[in-house]
Nanobody, 129 residues
Framework: QMQLEESGGGSVQAGGSLRLSCVASGLTYRSNCMGWFRQGAGKAREGVAVITGGGGRTYYADSVKGRFTISQDNVKNALYLQMHSLEPEDSATYSC??????????????????????WGQGTQVTVSS
């Protein structure tokens, strides 16, 4: 069973930057897609950014386009989220997610929470104004 562990969260002021990392372990296959999701206080979990396994396609929520960049390092089994121009509205617990073997993120929608099966514990991001 794949396991995911996030790191890199913290507290920053508005306009600041953070880089989140997610390392996958227990791998016996490569997920076709991996993504970052977030859940703010009192809010539903939402998709932030997704990347296909080959890195050929990326998908972003409208609220983060132009500010966040998702990337991956297949050698290190790592997923990253570079966040710039952070806003208080970006404050949330950020989790990385992966798919079970042979599943695709393009059927239901890459940013849909229900698309993904495997989740990390999350890392907290707090942006102050």
């Amino acid at each position: 069973q794949m396991q995911l562990e996030e790191s890199g969260g913290g507290s920053v002021q508005a306009g600041g930057s953070l880089r989140l990392s997610c390392v996958a372990s227990g791998l016996t296959y490569r997920s076709n897609c991996m993504g970052w999701f977030r859940q703010g206080a009192g809010k539903a979990r939402e998709g932030v950014a997704v990347i296909t396994g080959g890195g050929g396609r990326t998908y972003y929520a409208d609220s983060v386009k132009g500010r966040f960049t998702i990337s991956q390092d297949n050698v290190k089994n790592a997923l990253y989220l570079q966040m710039h121009s952070l806003e208080p509205e970006d404050s949330a617990t950020y989790s990385c997610a992966a798919l079970r073997p042979l599943r695709s993120c393009l059927v239901r929608g890459p940013l849909e929470v229900e698309t993904f099966d495997i989740w990390g514990q999350g890392t907290q991001v707090t942006v102050s104004s």
